[in-house]
């Protein structure tokens, strides 16, 4: 059975269009996928989607998940293996709700689960400021065990671990709006701040963050810095830019030699990318990755396997509904000069 073709769902979204691929597994609903190349598998560690019956805020409490439950498939197109509960907020002694995106690692035999949640402080909303925890385990699927604390210094949503070809990894992580980055300055946390963005659309945008990884893997060696992104000209993209500013989902790999520093622009649901010489950037933005997909929230990660790049995406076919999502993949391409044709999430 070719899963990718046969996982079901309507085949045609609601305003007609054919969608490019079918989602990974409809056992359960799944988002924002990390995938990783582990032993020649492909595992893909997602945010598992649950109704809980809260109405869509930009705050984002209608993403109101609780545990993590890892994907894994053999072969490109092969079946996917859906594994059981990794890790459960309840489980989590910092943590109070929202187990948003997640990404893993691997290093000296032991696999990395790297985890956003609003932790149990209150603010305007009476709702915790997001920090970002690490989970360990001897498996790929978990169950992982997670530290008492969260990683200090981090903050926001959205982490993801580049490692680099010298063994040296970066986590990359933030979100504006209801991941709450427009409220950290210099490291301070306003609970009272904005709920969207700064509100300075002719300024540079919020960046999103990096911040290198202690060789444990559980604390940042250095202090967090902006991935900035910058025009053409190496001019900062502005705030009020929402075709190019970065707004949440930061995943980085690395290509002949080159950092591309991929995102989500959230409210206007591209995937963007820049390329730059460091894992630090700047990066110099290049264009779309892929086109708005059906529902509000777009996120991924691009992954080489088998000597082939993929888009692991997310969309919401199978319920029509923007906190109840599928994750899909689909073959990416790079032109000669390392530049990635845009890619739509419709035929037709
Ligand atoms: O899944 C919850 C949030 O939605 C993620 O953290 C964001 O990237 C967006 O996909």
């Known amino acids: 059975v070719d899963t990718m073709a046969a996982a079901g769902g309507d085949a045609v979204s609601p305003d007609g269009r054919s969608y490019l691929s079918q989602p990974l597994t409809s056992e359960i609903y799944t988002a924002d996928p990390s995938g990783h190349v582990f032993d020649g598998k492909l595992y893909i560690y997602a945010s598992h989607d ?15 998940m609780r545990d993590y439950r890892i994907l894994r498939m053999d072969r490109p197109g092969g079946p996917v293996t859906v594994g059981p509960v990794a890790l459960d907020v309840k489980d989590v002694p910092w943590a109070s709700q929202q187990m948003w995106a997640p990404d893993a690692a691997y290093k000296d035999g032991t696999y990395y689960l790297y985890f956003p949640a609003r932790d149990k402080t209150k603010d305007k909303n009476g709702v915790g400021a997001f920090r970002i925890g690490v989970a360990t385990s001897k498996s790929p699927m978990g169950p992982f065990v997670p530290e008492p604390n969260y990683i200090e210094g981090s903050f926001s949503i959205d982490p993801s671990v580049f490692t680099d070809d010298d063994g040296t990894s970066y986590m990359y992580f933030g979100g504006i709006w209801g991941g709450q980055l427009q409220r950290w300055n210099n490291g301070v946390y306003d609970p009272q701040g904005s709920d969207t963005d700064l509100m300075q659309d002719d300024q540079p945008a919020i960046s999103g963050k990096v911040a290198r990884l202690s060789p444990d893997m559980k604390s940042f060696a250095e202090p967090v810095r902006d991935a900035l992104i910058v025009d053409e000209a190496g001019n900062p993209v502005l705030g009020g830019d929402h075709d190019r500013r970065f707004f949440e989902a930061a995943w980085v790999f690395k290509r002949d030699g080159k950092y591309y520093f991929t995102y989500s622009t959230g409210d206007t649901h591209y995937l963007n990318y820049a390329i730059g010489d460091s894992p630090y950037g700047p990066f110099t933005y290049k264009g779309h990755i892929l086109e708005p997909v059906q529902g509000w929230t777009s996120h991924h990660s691009i992954v080489e396997w088998n000597g082939k790049w993929y888009l692991l995406y997310h969309d919401t076919q199978l319920s029509g509904k923007n906190h109840l999502r ?3 993949m689909t073959e990416l391409t790079f032109n000669p000069d390392g530049t990635i044709p845009t890619i739509s999430p419709f035929t037709n």
């Open 50 to 64: 649950i109704d809980a019956g809260i109405p869509d805020d930009d705050l984002g409490n209608q993403y109101a």
């Open 326 to 328: 599928n994750v899909k």
